[in-house]
C-alpha cells in the first residue's frame, strides 16, 4: 500500500486507501513482511507526519482495544495535512483532533523526537 501525491493533503483520502487494509493476522505472522518493508524505506528530506499519523491511527484503531501508537520523528513536518511549515497556532489544532480521536479509541500514542530537529513538539506534542 503507498499513499502518495494528492492523497497526502486529504484525510479522507488517505482513509479511503486503508479501507482493504487487513488486520488479521497475528503480528508474529507479520513480522518479517514488516521488517522487510521498514529496511526499504529511504530518508528523502520530507516528512510526511500528519499523513503517517492518520494512516497509523486508523490502523490502530481497527487493533485491539488499548493499542499503541509510537511517533518518532527527527523532522518538521512538511508535507501533506498538518505540515508545520510555515507553523501557526491554528496548524497546530490538526494534531489536538489527532489526540482526541486516539484518546477517544482508546489509543495510547508515544512520541521521540530527536532534540535539535525542530519537529515543533509543542505542536505534535499534543498527540500524547
Same mark, same amino acid.
Given at each position: 500500500?503507498?499513499?502518495?501525491?494528492? %492523497? #497526502?493533503?486529504?484525510?479522507?483520502?488517505?482513509?479511503?486507501? #486503508?479501507?482493504?487494509?487487513?488486520?488479521?493476522?497475528?503480528?508474529?505472522?507479520?513480522? $518479517?513482511? *514488516?521488517?522487510?518493508?521498514?529496511?526499504?524505506?529511504?530518508?528523502?528530506?520530507?516528512?510526511? *507526519? @500528519?499523513?503517517? *499519523? !492518520?494512516?497509523?491511527?486508523?490502523?490502530?484503531? %481497527?487493533?485491539?482495544?488499548?493499542?499503541?501508537?509510537?511517533?518518532?520523528?527527527?523532522?518538521?513536518?512538511?508535507?501533506?495535512? @498538518?505540515?508545520?511549515?510555515?507553523?501557526?497556532?491554528?496548524? $497546530?489544532?490538526?494534531?489536538? +483532533? *489527532? =489526540?482526541?480521536?486516539?484518546?477517544?479509541?482508546? !489509543?495510547? !500514542?508515544?512520541?521521540?523526537?530527536? %532534540? =535539535?530537529? @525542530?519537529?515543533? !513538539? +509543542?505542536?505534535?506534542?499534543? #498527540?500524547?
Amino acid at each position: 500500500m503507498h499513499i502518495i501525491g494528492d %492523497k #497526502l493533503s486529504h484525510k479522507q483520502g488517505i482513509i479511503d486507501s #486503508l479501507t482493504n487494509f487487513n488486520l488479521t493476522d497475528p503480528i508474529i505472522e507479520s513480522e $518479517k513482511t *514488516l521488517l522487510n518493508s521498514i529496511n526499504k524505506i529511504e530518508a528523502k528530506g520530507a516528512t510526511a *507526519l @500528519g499523513p503517517a *499519523l !492518520v494512516t497509523a491511527l486508523q490502523i490502530a484503531e %481497527k487493533g485491539s482495544p488499548g493499542s499503541s501508537l509510537i511517533l518518532c520523528t527527527d523532522g518538521l513536518a512538511n508535507i501533506g495535512i @498538518g505540515q508545520l511549515d510555515p507553523y501557526t497556532e491554528e496548524k $497546530k489544532h490538526f494534531y489536538a +483532533e *489527532l =489526540g482526541e480521536q486516539a484518546k477517544s479509541k482508546n !489509543v495510547t !500514542v508515544n512520541i521521540i523526537s530527536i %532534540k =535539535g530537529e @525542530g519537529c515543533k !513538539v +509543542e505542536a505534535i506534542g499534543q #498527540l500524547a
